[in-house]
């Protein structure tokens, strides 16, 4: 005999990675916790799992989580590209993603949603299947989304490779070539064939949800909103950030919170590079050097550092190496051990961004890290690596101007010590870092708007979901 359930039930596809399952998460826990909701998140077999489990720890009753099985992608050559890998392991695995939302259909009489992120496009077809509403979750912002919409017409436009030409979006900071994702630069590419395709897949939906805010990117949103009159709708629900655990374990948590209870407020710099962000190891002793000379506090996030890769950690399954600190330069722990904490490959990045002394982050500018640094008034450096996150850096540095950028960083030079000092010291103490520290105030008040109970991201969250019990109960 089958279990039947009253209340409409959503189903939510993250693709593979931290990054992207941690605002699937945020999101499921606010349908169950506001709007009385049931969920299914659906994940990928992942090697970050005690992470997973991590953020899994804080979901509300009613949300319940399926892991697809592993996908083999040992046919693919090794410098397979991270979006080609993810678009690929997506696809394989709708022969079982059919089967999980059958029985979920059958479980819950019906599937009231069917949210997907970038890289579920492929999948839409099994939630037509079912008769469900589809919506793509859209888990960065509208900047990235207007780019996206655009990349088909771009590709026959001449922007090619000339670093100097612009590119001005409406409501968006003009962008110059060489800040494009790196997806969007060789159009011959398979990585550019791939985004090609999921750009196209957000006609194909019911709604196109983002994790950003109008305040934040109001001219964006406007035009958006007008061009799409009569195509799936943009609907700005953020800033949805991890509010759970995301950290490994207990005693790490604890290490970096007693530290940080014994340091001044706002006086230490975070530094971290997402789930999947490395420095070259030229880059990683630079750092070392630039943060000692900078004689400013620190906790930062170490990885092994990986040559010709800023991506490399993406798949790993993030275990604390701390016996291998050894490549950070001679003498540099027991010089900075006054000022300085490392932790090796992974922290609790919201608890350490939302703790008192925390009074600046280095970041690689990922969606969610931003998210998580405008939500705690953190103002930034930008130190963008992969992704889009070159496009994030630009909004955040020239649009919002909440974030300093270090002299002198272009394409894949070394970014040396001095400028990393300069810029960690403008920032913690510089008469510039007042002036953004003071406008990402502002921004998180905004922020904070957004999302509380009569905010414009609530209201749109809201509506959405009426809809959806609407039709599940008709
Ligand atoms: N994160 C963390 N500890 C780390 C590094 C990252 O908890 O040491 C979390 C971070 O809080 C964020 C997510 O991992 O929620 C990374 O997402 P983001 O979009 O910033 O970057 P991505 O990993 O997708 O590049």
Redesign the pocket.
């Known amino acids: 005999m089958s279990v039947t359930c009253s209340k409409a039930h959503v189903v939510l596809l993250s693709s593979p990675?931290?990054?992207?399952l941690?605002p699937i998460v945020e999101l499921a826990k606010r349908l169950a916790l506001d709007h009385n909701l049931t969920a299914t998140i659906i994940t990928f077999f992942d090697r970050s799992s005690d992470i997973q489990q991590s953020m899994f720890s804080s979901l509300p009753i009613g949300v319940s989580t399926v892991c697809l099985p592993p996908i083999s992608l040992d046919d693919l050559p090794t410098n397979t590209h991270i979006i080609s890998r993810l678009s690929i392991m997506i696809s394989r695995s709708i022969p079982f993603l059919r089967q999980i939302l059958l029985d979920l259909q059958i479980k819950n009489k019906r599937i009231a949603a069917y949210i997907i992120d970038l890289f579920g496009g492929d999948t839409i077809c099994l939630a037509r299947e079912l008769g469900a509403p589809s919506y793509i979750f859209f888990t960065t912002n509208f900047f990235y989304l207007s780019f996206l919409l655009n990349l088909p017409t771009l590709c026959h436009e001449q922007h090619d490779n000339n670093p100097d030409s612009l590119l001005a979006l409406p409501g968006c900071t003009p962008l110059y070539h060489n800040d494009f994702p790196q997806s969007a630069i060789d159009k011959k590419s398979d990585v550019f064939a791939w985004m090609i395709h999921h750009s196209k897949h957000h006609d194909k939906v019911d709604g196109i949800m983002v994790n950003s805010f109008e305040a934040m990117e109001g001219g964006a949103v406007i035009f958006l909103k007008e061009r799409r009159n009569g195509k799936s709708p943009v609907l700005p629900i953020g800033p949805l950030t991890?509010v759970g655990g995301?950290?490994k374990g207990l005693a790490e948590l604890n290490s970096c919170l007693q530290w940080l209870d014994q340091q001044p407020v706002q006086s230490v710099l975070f530094i971290?590079f997402?789930?999947?962000?490395t420095l070259s190891f030229e880059q990683t002793k630079e750092m070392a050097l630039g943060l000692e000379m900078s004689g400013q506090r620190f906790l930062w996030?170490v990885r092994m550092p990986v040559d010709a890769d800023r991506s490399a950690a993406y798949f790993s399954d993030h275990q604390g190496r701390n016996n291998l600190l050894g490549f950070l330069p001679q003498g540099f722990l027991e010089k900075t051990k006054e000022k300085g904490k490392v932790v090796a490959s992974?922290?609790?990045?919201?608890k350490i961004l939302s703790h008192h002394a925390t009074g600046g982050f280095l970041s690689?500018c990922?969606?969610?890290?931003?998210l998580?640094s405008i939500v705690n008034g953190v103002p930034m450096i930008a130190w963008p690596l992969y992704?889009e996150q070159a496009m994030n850096a630009v909004m955040l540095v020239e649009g919002a101007k909440v974030a300093l950028r270090p002299a002198r960083m272009k394409n894949d030079d070394v970014v040396r010590k001095d400028d990393i000092a300069d810029v960690v010291k403008d920032l913690m103490e510089g008469e510039r870092g007042k002036d953004v520290r003071r406008r990402m105030h502002d921004l998180k008040v905004a922020a904070q708007n957004a999302v509380k109970k009569e905010g414009s991201s609530t209201k749109t969250l809201a509506q959405m979901v009426n809809n959806w019990k609407t039709l599940a109960h008709n």
């Open positions: 990675g931290i990054g992207h941690s991890c995301t950290e971290a997402g789930s999947g962000g996030v992974w922290g609790p990045q919201p690689h990922g969606w969610n890290s931003t998580e992704a």
